[in-house]
Nanobody, 125 residues
Framework: VQLQASGGGLVQAGNARLLSCTAS????????VAWFRQAPGKEREFVAS????????AYADSMRGRFTVSRDNTQNRAYLQMNVLKPEDTAVYYC???????????????????WGQGTQVTVSS
């Protein structure tokens, strides 16, 4: 499966942004999908993940309540709705996929075999 993240850009603090992850090659419904982000000079960190059917989700503590992960398998897409953005949310955001059954403990980048190219989100204060 090939993944492409999109929807990034420049946004003011306090505003919202919706990121999309579009799959091609295979149906995204076969994969658990996760979002990660990487800020300059920092390691890639887990943001959120969602099960194949969308019935189960997991979030990093710092994003819980502000970010919402969702998916539409009929559109072959997953989404990350980011609300009340802060300057510290500035990063390149990546979507990733794992062919195994979803598990909420899979929060390491090593758990995911397929990656999109990333989309830059810059939050201005």
């Amino acid at each position: 499966v090939q993944l492409q993240a999109s929807g990034g850009g420049l946004v003011q603090a306090g505003n919202a942004r919706l990121l999309s992850c579009t799959a091609s090659g295979r149906n995204i419904g076969s994969y658990a999908v996760a979002w990660f982000r990487q800020a300059p000079g920092k390691e890639r960190e887990f943001v959120a993940s969602i099960s194949q059917t969308g019935g189960r989700t997991a979030y990093a503590d710092s994003m819980r309540g502000r970010f919402t992960v969702s998916r539409d398998n009929t559109q072959n897409r997953a989404y990350l709705q980011m609300n009340v953005l802060k300057p510290e949310d500035t990063a390149v955001y990546y979507c990733a996929a794992d062919g195994r059954l979803f598990h909420s403990t899979r929060t390491s980048a090593d758990d995911y075999d397929y990656w999109g190219q990333g989309t830059q989100v810059t939050v201005s204060s």
